[in-house]
Every structure is written in C-alpha cells, then in structure tokens.
C-alpha cells in the first residue's frame, strides 16, 4: 500500500498538478495499472443509497447495465433484445402498474449491453422483488440472453441471487461530494480508513481515479431533479389519476 | 402438515405461560466443545438444557429454551463455505450493516450501542430462556454456561411480560400473529385474515409472494424448516411519550376541529373519567397505534374503546378504512385487505411477533417531572423485539425502510414515519388524525420516543439443523 512518502505519491502529486501532454498516456497506460496494483481499490457497489431522512427515499434512480452474451453480440442478438422487450410491452405495463413504485423505465441498447433505466420509489430490494413477483417472465426474458444470466433463470426461483446480481450490474452512483465518496470507500472496505492516505482530502482525484478504474462505468450524481421529489402515488393522487 | 417437534419452539408459540424471559448472548469459545453443547441441547443430555421443539407431547416443560445464530457464530461454528454462501445477504452482512435502512442513525446508530452489541461480530448464538420465576432463569442460565469451553457469555439482557399483555407506552399488545397454513391453529385471537403459507416463516414452503421461493441453505438438514430473527433491543421514551400525548391534547383542545374528534360531553365515554384532557390523549394514543391501549381496534370502534369488541375481526375497507389513521402503527405494519401502493405486497410482509418488555413498568401515578426536559433520570426501559420470518429483507426490512418509515404504502402518509417507533424529527415529523366529516387535523412535532440500542439478525435452525451443526467436524 502507498503511503505519504513514497516516491510514486510524490511523484503523481507534482504531475496531476501540471499535466503535461506525455503524461496523460503515461498516467493512463502505465502509472494508473502499477499504482491500482500498489493500492488494491474494490469495485464499487451500484445503485442509490438510501437516505438517512427516510422521506427522501423517493424517485432514486436504476441505471442496469447487462452485457449481451457473446453470441448475441450481433445485429440479430440486438434484434432479440428488442424483441424480448417488444413481446413482453404489456407485462412490462401490467407490471409497473401493479408495482405502484415505479415512475418510469426505459430500455436501451448500447455496445451490446442491454441497459434498463428507471426511477423507482422506497428501497431497491422490494423493488425488485416486487416486479420478479410481479413480472418475473419477462425478467427471465431479458436475462437469458445477457452474460452470466443464464444461471439466475427464472428469476422468481432465485429471487436472492437475481436480486444481487441486478444491484452488481447496476452502475455505481459517484456522489457530488468527496466526504460521500470517500464514506463509499470507508464502507465498503468495512471499519474505518484504511490509511491517513486514504482520508486526504487533498488527494481525493487519485482515489477517484482508481476507483473509476474499478468502476468504468458509472452514474455522476444520483439524478438532478427540477422539483422535490413526490411517490409515484402521490403524484397520481394528485392528478386524480387513481393510484 | 408440518412436523413441529422438528421446528423450534418459539417460532409458532408464545409460551404466554411464561412471562420471565432472558437472552444469554454468547461467544463461541472452542468449536468443538460449542458443536457437543449444541448436540446436547437437542438431547438434553449433561444438564444443558433442552431446546424446546414445537411439539410439546403430553409434558409442558417447566421452562422454554431456545437459540438463535448469527452468521459469525454459522461461521465460527464450522459451517461449510458453501452452505454460508447461501444465506441471505442481508443476515450475512449483519444487522448494523442495514443501519440506515432500518432507521438506525442518529442516536440509534449502531457506533452507539452498548456491549454486547458494540462488537457485533463478537455474537454468535443467542439463547432465550422463558420461565413462570426469575429463580428458573437462574438455574438454567447456571446449566447453559457449566461447560466454559463451549461459550463465553458477553452479557444478558431480561425482560417481564406485564400482566395483561401490556408493554410500556400503556398499550395492549401480543395480540396479532399470523396463521399458518397447514399448522394447527393455536393463535389465541383468529381473525379473518387470510391464512399465511407456511413459506411465511419457514424456509423451503410456498411463500405468499405467488411462485416466489427464497433460498434454502443447502445441506436441506440446515436450511429447511429453519427461519430467521431480527432481535431489537428498542429503548421507548415513555416519560417521553406521555408528554407529547399532553401536548398533543392541549393542541386538539383549542383546535377548531377538536370538537369533532371528541364532541363535548362524551369525554366519559373514553372511560379516563370527566376530563376533557385526559381523553383528548387517549384519543391520540388511539389514533397513533390503530387501537386503544386495552386493545380495541380504531377500525372497529373508532368512538370509544369498548372491551366486548373483537380484537382482530377487521380489515381496512369501508368503515374500517374510514376510521384507522392510515399512518397509525399496526396498520402501517399490516395494511391488511386495505389498498396500497404496492398492490401485490398486501399479506406478504407478515411477521411472527415475539416481544417482552425490559425495565420497570413507568408508574403514572408518580409521573415525570414536566420541570426535566429530558427522561434522563428515568430508568432504561423498552422492549425486546424479536420479528421473526423467512425473508429478513421481504418482511422485517421491507416493512420498516417503506411501510414502518417513508410510508410508501398510501400516499397520504408518504414522507412521514411511524408515530410510535418511527425514525422520527420533531422539526419535519407528521401525523394526520382522520375526522368524521372526511378531513383531518395534522399532529406535528413527534421525537423519537423509541431508539434502537442493539441487535442481531440470527437464524432460527430447526432441530435437524442444529443436529447437523452438532455433528460438523
Ligand atoms: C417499541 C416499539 C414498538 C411498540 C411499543 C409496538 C407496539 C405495538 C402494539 C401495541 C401493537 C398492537 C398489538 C397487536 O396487534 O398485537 C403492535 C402491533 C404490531 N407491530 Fe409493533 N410496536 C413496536 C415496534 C414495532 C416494530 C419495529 C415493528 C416491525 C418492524 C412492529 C411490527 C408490528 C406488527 C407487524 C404488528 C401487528 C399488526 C397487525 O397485524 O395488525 N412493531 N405493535
């Protein structure tokens, strides 16, 4: 593990100060890889984190991202995905309908990865087990053809297993502020700080760094909103739509 | 029908008949001689004594004695890896783990827990001991801890059930529990619920949740028929309590509307005598837990409490609907047949209910001293909860991060927490008291009047199970 003085730390203290162009390349291909080795970061673990107000539990964000298999990395695996989705449109309705904390999901096909983006109200876990109760066939049909998903088939004789591969493969939610950031890190290394290192404000880009190194994809922020955020059924009620 | 003489005891009792009640919770020391305590608490041979199945045969037993494991004590037992990977995330991460999700922050949080609790990974079985007398405890506390080399106790805790089924905040309680499909019907108040799958609370059966099945740790002797315990050490504010209860009475008697919620001349019916004070706060008390505290349910008789009432014969639709506050404690616990948001969960997130108070019973005849701010004279005081089921994270922690706090089940009591054992703010915290004529008149101000100060998520291990932990090498 690095520590204050090492010349590694001195050195990428200077050069982060003055980046000079060789080594963004330096820094990217040779230094990041040697220093991730030096100081071990875990992956991050994905979706929102549940405020310490429960009231604030509301419209958090899923952004799931799932890996087509390798056979499905083609023009027609994407077709199959769309139409995974396509044939399963009414359940998907019924569904969201009948988990009653859902304010919207959309699907999306980027780089062979099938991603699944929704706003959902209250905890991820009773989300998710609520719609697999709800809706499991057609979890079972996006899932089969993404990679690793063939062993949580069906879903709702794995609730557990598919529930915890969904938070995994949900991007991690790098939060706006460096005491945040650094609590994630904190918490999932168990106990405290690792080391004075880790607890340096000052050095926070480094971590960032090899925690998006870790992380490659990710969400910035947990979701900006334009107005204080309201339930699903709120809302509804609101606008007299029933709920 | 389900083999009771394989499943523990306390699961589908409440041994009523014995109000005493104490947690040894224990270290394990040496494996081995942990894994022979545990086989000889399955045979009750060499005086430890014998755990107590839910079979009973012709011979009550004198005293009940039952145990529960965390994860860690699984682990420290010897479990084989692959059968520790199949437990659930949320019991192999603990409970201060779920801090946040349970509403354990603040003054709550775990960092502030007394020992034991302070070293959660220290606790690795917990064992109860339900006895008529204090002196039984003793004795069989004696017979559990001969063997030091088996476990080292890190400390105790004991509660009393009240006479009258009462617990502190002067409410009646023990009175719902869930019925069990394919289980002799033992529950003392029936009600008109449906029956709950037995998958409800006992690993490998259908569970309420239509096709949905949780794991079941494998070898089967481990897992099956085995069940898991939230156990909370939950401190209640009763000086507390009683005081907001004041102002909460002082606040309806100059409210436009009070005369609404008790028209003036029935102060008696509420049976507190001619003051028009004391029954506002018996009004509230009311409306704050769904019953009044000699237990009658608001959803029956929302006027007056009235001891000839059915307990339990009630659900949340028409008059029942009207008459229970939607945010009041047992209905936010279990919505029943009512509509919520989450129209598939109705029924799924029961709970099997295993509480006794701890500390002295607060004596309202020698009340606090309004002059004190604070409680911090009075003894500690509250309730040993255990909340037991087949899924900590789809019922214990289901109802309290949605249902108990947030209020994500109707929308109009989304944003507030429980009245009673939310995590509550007085500066944000929110409670609506429903009138006849269709309005309400919104409480404000609640504190916290219960915090956690301890806890463990344990596996309740059937008796097969906790053979074949006894015989792990
Ligand atoms: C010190 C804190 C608490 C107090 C004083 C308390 C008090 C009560 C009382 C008086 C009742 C009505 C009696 C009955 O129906 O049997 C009740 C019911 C209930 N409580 Fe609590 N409670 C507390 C905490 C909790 C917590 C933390 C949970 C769950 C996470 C919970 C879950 C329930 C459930 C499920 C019912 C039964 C509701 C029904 O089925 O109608 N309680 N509680």
């Given at each position: 593990?690095?520590?204050?003085?090492?010349?590694?730390?001195?050195?990428?203290?200077?050069?982060?100060?003055?980046?000079?162009?060789?080594?963004?390349?330096?820094g990217a291909y040779i230094l990041v890889p040697i220093w991730a080795r030096l100081t071990p970061v875990k992956r991050l673990p994905g979706g929102a984190r549940p405020a310490i107000q429960p009231g604030d539990n509301v419209q958090s964000m899923m952004n799931l991202i799932m890996p087509l298999k390798r056979e499905n990395r083609s023009?027609?695996?994407?077709?199959?995905?769309?139409?995974?989705?396509?044939?399963?449109?009414?359940?998907?309705?019924?569904?969201?309908?009948?988990?009653?904390?859902?304010?919207?999901?959309?699907?999306?096909?980027?780089?062979?990865?099938?991603?699944?983006?929704?706003?959902?109200?209250?905890?991820?876990?009773?989300?998710?087990?609520?719609?697999?109760?709800?809706?499991?066939?057609?979890?079972?049909?996006?899932?089969?053809?993404v990679e690793g998903g063939d062993a949580l088939i069906p879903c709702e004789e794995n609730v557990e297993a598919f529930i915890q591969w969904i938070h995994e493969h949900d991007l991690y939610q790098v939060p706006d502020t460096p005491t945040d950031f650094l609590r994630d890190q904190e918490d999932l290394n168990g106990d405290k700080a690792v080391s004075p290192v880790n607890?340096?404000?000052?050095?926070?880009?480094?971590?960032?760094?090899?925690?998006?190194?870790?992380?490659?994809?990710?969400?910035?922020?947990?979701?900006?909103?334009?107005?204080p955020g309201f339930s699903v059924a709120q809302v509804r009620k609101k606008l007299e739509l029933g709920w | 029908m389900i083999n009771l003489a394989d499943l523990q005891g306390n699961i589908l009792r409440g041994y009523t008949k014995k109000p005493h009640v104490r947690?040894?919770?224990?270290?394990?020391?040496?494996?081995?001689?942990?894994?022979?305590?545990?086989?000889?608490?399955?045979?009750?041979?060499?005086?430890?004594?014998?755990?107590?199945?839910?079979?009973?045969?012709?011979?009550?037993?004198?005293?009940?004695?039952?145990?529960?494991?965390?994860?860690?004590?699984?682990r420290a037992l010897?479990?084989?890896?692959?059968?520790?990977?199949?437990?659930?995330?949320?019991?192999?991460?603990?409970?201060?783990?779920?801090?946040?999700?349970?509403?354990?922050?603040?003054?709550?949080?775990?960092?502030?827990?007394?020992?034991?609790?302070?070293?959660?990974?220290?606790?690795?079985?917990?064992?109860?001991?339900?006895?008529?007398?204090?002196?039984?405890?003793?004795?069989?506390?004696?017979?559990?801890?001969?063997?030091?080399?088996?476990?080292?106790?890190?400390?105790?805790?004991?509660?009393?059930?009240?006479?009258?089924?009462?617990?502190?905040?002067?409410?009646?309680?023990?009175?719902?529990?869930?019925?069990?499909?394919?289980?002799?019907?033992?529950?003392?108040?029936?009600?008109?619920?449906?029956?709950?799958?037995?998958?409800?609370?006992?690993?490998?059966?259908?569970t309420n949740l239509e096709g949905l099945m949780w794991r079941v740790p494998e070898p089967a002797e481990l897992g099956h028929n085995g069940t898991f315990n939230a156990f909370r050490v939950l401190k209640q504010d009763v000086a507390g309590f009683e005081r907001y209860?004041?102002?909460?009475?002082?606040?309806?008697?100059?409210?436009?509307?009070?005369?609404?919620?008790?028209?003036?001349?029935?102060?008696?019916?509420?049976?507190?005598?001619?003051?028009?004070?004391?029954a506002l706060r018996e009004i509230v008390a009311a409306n704050l837990c769904g019953r009044w505290r000699d237990g009658t349910p608001l959803a029956l008789s929302?006027?007056?409490?009235?001891?000839?009432?059915?307990?339990?014969?009630?659900?949340?639709?028409?008059?029942?609907?009207?008459?229970?506050?939607?945010?009041?404690?047992?209905?936010?616990?279990?919505?029943?047949?009512?509509?919520?948001v989450q129209r598939i969960a109705n029924n799924s997130r029961r709970l099997v209910r295993r509480g006794v108070p701890y500390g002295p019973p607060y004596d309202p005849a020698n009340p606090y001293d309004p002059a004190k701010p604070y409680d911090g004279d009075e003894p500690e005081r509250g309730l040993l909860g255990n909340f037991i089921g087949a899924s900590l994270g789809a019922q214990f922690e289901a109802m309290s991060c949605d249902w108990l706090n947030l209020g994500l089940q109707d929308p109009r009591i989304t944003g507030s927490n429980d009245p009673i054992s939310g995590t509550n703010d007085p500066g944000t915290s929110w409670f609506d008291l429903p009138l006849k004529s269709g309005g309400t008149i919104r409480l404000p101000g609640f504190p916290e009047f219960v915090s956690t100060r301890g806890g463990a998520y344990m596996f309740l291990p059937s008796l097969a199970a906790i053979q074949y932990l006894a015989d792990l090498r």
């Open positions: 593990m690095a520590n204050d003085e090492s010349w590694l730390d001195r050195f990428v203290n200077k050069l982060h100060k003055k980046p000079k162009p060789w080594f963004k390349y330096f023009p027609i695996g994407r077709a199959k995905a769309a139409l995974a989705i396509a044939e399963n449109r009414d359940q998907i309705f019924a569904g969201l309908d009948n988990v009653g904390t859902v304010h919207f999901a959309r699907f999306v096909i980027v780089n062979d990865n099938i991603c699944m983006f929704s706003f959902y109200d209250g905890d991820f876990t009773n989300y998710i087990r609520d719609f697999i109760a709800t809706i499991g066939g057609a979890f079972n049909d996006v899932v089969k053809l607890d340096d404000l000052t050095l926070l880009p480094r971590k960032l760094v090899l925690q998006l190194r870790a992380n490659a994809n990710v969400s910035l922020g947990s979701g900006y909103r334009a107005y | 947690y040894l919770i224990l270290e394990v020391a040496e494996p081995g001689a942990a894994r022979r305590w545990l086989a000889d608490s399955v045979s009750g041979r060499n005086g430890v004594p014998q755990i107590t199945s839910g079979d009973w045969g012709k011979n009550k037993p004198d005293t009940c004695f039952n145990i529960g494991l965390t994860y860690e004590g699984l010897g479990t084989p890896s692959a059968s520790l990977k199949m437990f659930p995330n949320e019991f192999v991460e603990g409970m201060t783990a779920r801090a946040v999700k349970l509403g354990d922050v603040g003054r709550s949080a775990p960092e502030k827990w007394p020992a034991p609790f302070n070293e959660p990974k220290r606790i690795h079985l917990i064992a109860t001991i339900y006895a008529e007398k204090v002196e039984q405890l003793d004795v069989d506390q004696e017979r559990a801890l001969t063997d030091v080399k088996a476990f080292k106790l890190l400390d105790t805790r004991e509660g009393y059930n009240f006479p009258g089924d009462f617990v502190h905040f002067g409410y009646r309680d023990n009175i719902t529990q869930p019925r069990f499909e394919g289980v002799p019907d033992s529950q003392r108040y029936p009600d008109r619920q449906p029956k709950a799958p037995l998958g409800t609370v006992l690993l490998g059966h259908p209860l004041d102002h909460a009475a002082f606040y309806l008697f100059v409210h436009p509307k009070g005369g609404e919620l008790l028209p003036h001349g029935d102060e008696e019916k509420i049976g507190k005598g001619p003051s028009r004070h004391t929302a006027d007056a409490p009235d001891p000839n009432e059915n307990l339990t014969n009630f659900d949340y639709v028409g008059v029942g609907d009207a008459r229970c506050p939607h945010g009041a404690h047992i209905r936010r616990c279990n919505p029943r047949g009512g509509q919520i």
